[in-house]
């Protein structure tokens, strides 16, 4: 049984900065990719960022680019977001997710991704 969890979320203000990470358990096949979405309230699920397991270069929303790392430890399966200078259009429930069907690519796209954390709630206050 595959687990997602999420940690790291918390309440700050606009300039801030905050480390998520998703520890990840129970794979029977690695994943293709995994990656980082957020839910604000009313709004549709987006991608943030997405890292391959096998080697690559991140991929990140433009929305993102240059504020937010994704990384991950493998020996360790825990997934990392480092998001700097954080604006209060960041705040939304952030989860992470995982692919290991193949399908994840540049579009980030929810739909292409098969296994997923409960979320964290990430805050910016101006």
């Known amino acids: 049984q595959v687990q997602l969890v999420e940690s790291g979320g918390a309440s700050v203000q606009a300039g801030g900065s905050l480390r998520l990470s998703c520890a990840s358990s129970?794979?029977?096949?690695?994943?293709?990719?995994m990656g980082w979405f957020r839910q604000a309230p009313g709004k549709e699920r987006e991608g943030v960022a997405l890292?391959?397991?096998?080697?690559?270069?991140?991929y990140y929303a433009d929305s993102v680019k240059g504020r937010f790392t994704i990384s991950v430890d493998i020996a360790e399966n825990t997934l990392y977001l480092q998001m700097n200078s954080l604006k209060p259009e960041d705040t939304a429930v952030y989860y992470c997710?995982?692919?290991?069907?193949?399908?994840?690519?540049?579009?980030?796209?929810?739909?292409?991704?098969?296994?997923w954390g409960q979320g964290t709630q990430v805050t910016v206050s101006s």
């Open positions: 129970g794979y029977s096949y690695k994943p293709y990719c």
């Open positions: 997710a995982a692919d290991t069907t193949g399908l994840c690519d540049y579009g980030l796209s929810p739909h292409d991704y098969n296994y």
């Open positions: 890292i391959y397991i096998g080697g690559g270069s991140p």
